[in-house]
């Protein structure tokens, strides 16, 4: 096939080690959890060595830090926190010395504050591949096969030229807009298609869609994979309608690398042989043990996470760790008129409602003053609903805050992440 051949040639020229990696994860996929946290612990303290050594930064932190005697994962307590401000005011320093022979410049997306640019080695960076394309066969997904993507299209002509080669190349194609011409021959590449992936916002978008207009419904799909943004319980069903198959979640960072996969159970398995993942306070921390350009110890990534317990198993088989839930970003506050509040309230409000009342919304806050919030919420809601609604609102804010409900708001579609609550305070 040539899109295989074409495929599996770019991977030769641009990540040489990815198969490697590849069929290292397929094998420490049936892996007991000892032998995944042994390795865990292997890797940990070869990195803090590594780093010891050729990052000016992690020589002074870890100065006073005996990585040999490390004798389990719980002496990873002994290394300070790295918060996102570190690494943005030590991006130089903590970069090792190393002469790597293949280097990639990565970037972050800045959308909760300034850019990243960082190195990454080669084998990182087919590490990290190698984990999304394990995620993929978990689903009978080949990256090669045929694929929709729900990113960024708001470019300019020779940007959207250099995109469509691209694309070209990985058999992929996108939607650029939503007029009706457009997204009729966007719908009908699906038909071709294997798998389909992107923001989930405009998966759901086009779910909507091919719904509400009774366009023909792709037959072919294996897998649609949310990124980036958060899954709404309001999605589910109609992702699931237009497209036959119900949508899963891969969840990481651009510097942390692939955190967690859904397996077919509608599990998140954390990615163990690529991170250790720390919950202080239900916050989430993430030590990348594959990276040593650029090393990522116990980072404080800005999400709040739900772990399952370690006893929790799998009817999948895998051993590894369940991330049960991200809840919600770290450090965004809500403010009423006399108390500060955090924005994880508004997860447990929709939580709450979707419990309770079997009630699933998709939902935007916005504040602009002190003491007033504005939930716009996309789908219609009877009155009881919007009583429910009021009443979770207000167990959670009392009088301290002054709030408006607007239902049925049809929001463009945006090009980038579609953020849950916004501040223009």
């Avoid at 916050?283 to 006893?311: C, H, W």
């Amino acid at each position: 096939m040539l899109h295989k051949f074409i495929f599996n040639l770019g991977e030769r020229l641009r990540n040489p080690s990815l198969r490697k990696w590849f069929d290292f994860l397929k094998a420490s996929e049936k892996w007991t959890i000892d032998d995944l946290e042994a390795y865990q612990l292997k890797q940990l303290k070869e990195l803090i060595s590594f780093a010891k050594t050729h990052s000016p930064y992690y020589k002074e932190k870890f100065a006073n830090i005996d990585e040999t005697s490390f004798s389990s994962l719980e002496d990873i307590q002994q290394l300070p926190l790295l918060s996102k401000k570190d690494v943005l005011e030590h991006t130089t320093a903590i970069h090792t010395s190393y002469d790597f022979k293949k280097v990639f410049t990565a970037t972050t997306s800045g959308s909760s504050g300034d850019p990243l640019v960082y190195k990454r080695e080669e084998s990182a960076d087919s590490f990290n591949r190698a984990s999304i394309f394990r995620g993929y066969s978990w689903h009978n997904v080949q990256p090669w096969e045929r694929n929709g993507y729900f990113w960024g299209f708001d470019f300019s002509t020779i940007k959207r030229l250099k995109v469509n080669i691209l694309d070209a190349l990985q058999n992929r194609f996108r939607v650029f807009d939503y007029k009706e011409k457009a997204f009729k021959k966007f719908v009908k590449k699906l038909q071709r298609a294997r798998y389909i992936h992107g923001y989930s916002s405009m998966i759901y978008q086009s779910a909507k869609l091919i719904n509400d207009q009774k366009l023909p419904k792709p037959t072919r799909l294996k897998m649609v994979k949310g990124t980036s943004e958060k899954i709404y319980e309001s999605y589910k069903a109609a992702i699931e309608k237009a497209f036959g198959v119900p949508i899963i979640s891969e969840y990481g960072a651009a510097e942390t690398g692939i955190i967690a996969f859904e397996c077919t159970e509608g599990n998140m398995h954390i990615n163990m042989e690529g991170v250790i993942v720390e919950a202080i306070d239900n916050q989430i921390v993430v030590t990348n043990l594959q990276m040593k350009t650029f090393p990522i110890i116990r980072y404080q990534l800005g999400d709040y996470i739900e772990l399952a317990s370690k006893e929790t198993k799998c009817a999948c088989g895998k051993a590894h760790y369940i991330l049960n839930e991200v809840t919600g970003r770290i450090g965004e506050n809500v403010y009423g008129k006399k108390e500060i509040y955090p924005s994880l309230y508004f997860y447990y409000i929709f939580k709450n409602l979707g419990k309770k009342y079997n009630v699933k919304l998709t939902y935007q806050i916005i504040q602009k003053e002190k003491g007033i919030l504005i939930f716009n919420i996309k789908e219609h809601l009877t009155d009881k609903q919007k009583d429910q609604l009021k009443g979770e609102i207000e167990n959670y804010f009392a009088d301290d805050m002054t709030y408006s409900i607007h239902d049925a708001v049809n929001e463009e579609v945006s090009s980038g992440k579609t953020k849950s609550f916004i501040s223009y305070i």
